[in-house]
T-cell receptor
Framework: DARVTQTPRHKVTEMGQEVTMRCQPILGHNTVFWYRQTMMQGLELLAYFRNRAPLDDSGMPKDRFSAEMPDATLATLKIQPSEPRDSAVYFC????????????FGNGTRLTVT | QQQVKQSPQSLIVQKGGISIINCAYENTAFDYFPWYQQFPGKGPALLIAIRPDVSEKKEGRFTISFNKSAKQFSLHIMDSQPGDSATYFCAASSGGYQKVTFGTGTKLQVIP
């Protein structure tokens, strides 16, 4: 059963430290998304890629967040420096090519910045 | 600007009852309306979806009702079961692209 894999599942770090979250999309899916989930804001789209090219990162604080796809099997989301307000669950999702192909989410990385 | 408004925030229903979650949207370009279900510690997963050319879609105990003129849609869960206890998100997208705008979520609890 194909699924999106995210690592780490949990991350606790101190303010100011760099955080890198990784995602392995489903093989063959060409669209990859990063979402952030908080109680206050719900699910916010941070960035998404199609065929490894960034299409939209308007939801991401540019000064500290960066998202990349070094290859088709790996997407990364980096926060540098991290702040307590970045504490949230970060989800990666991937989708195939077909019209309205559903999003397949990973189980998220729970980030706590102290 | 919240493009998809969802209510209620939380819902408690007795086993066997009907759970109803409502959503409203503003962007008339939206042409695809999925619902996602999320269990604790998991990512959301697609439950059911509808296009605006139909007014209702049913899959098992789950039904989406869609009112294009009112720009509203709702999820009905018939014969609700404790295993349906989860957070439900309505969503919308346009143009066949998977860039999806999510509602704020409804936490459903079905009590025995």
């Amino acid at each position: 059963d194909a699924r999106v894999t995210q690592t780490p599942r949990h991350k606790v770090t101190e303010m100011g430290q760099e955080v890198t979250m990784r995602c392995q999309p489903i093989l063959g899916h060409n669209t990859v998304f990063w979402y952030r989930q908080t109680m206050m804001q719900g699910l916010e789209l941070l960035a998404y890629f199609r065929n490894r090219a960034p299409l939209d990162d308007s939801g991401m604080p540019k000064d500290r967040f960066s998202a990349e796809m070094p290859d088709a099997t790996l997407a990364t989301l980096k926060i540098q420096p991290s702040e307590p307000r970045d504490s949230a669950v970060y989800f990666c999702a991937s989708a195939g090519d077909s019209y309205n192909s559903p999003l397949h989410f990973g189980n998220g990385t729970r980030l706590t910045v102290t | 600007q919240q493009q998809v408004k969802q209510s209620p925030q939380s819902l408690i229903v007795q086993k066997g009852g009907i759970s109803i979650i409502n959503c409203a949207y503003e962007n008339t370009a939206f042409d695809y309306f999925p619902w996602y279900q999320q269990f604790p510690g998991k990512g959301p997963a697609l439950l059911i979806a509808i296009r605006p050319d139909v007014s209702e879609k049913k899959e098992g105990r789950f039904t989406i009702s869609f009112n294009k003129s009112a720009k509203q849609f709702s999820l009905h869960i018939m014969d609700s079961q404790p295993g349906d206890s989860a957070t439900y998100f309505c969503a919308a997208s346009s143009g066949g692209y998977q860039k999806v705008t999510f509602g704020t979520g409804t936490k459903l609890q079905v009590i025995p």
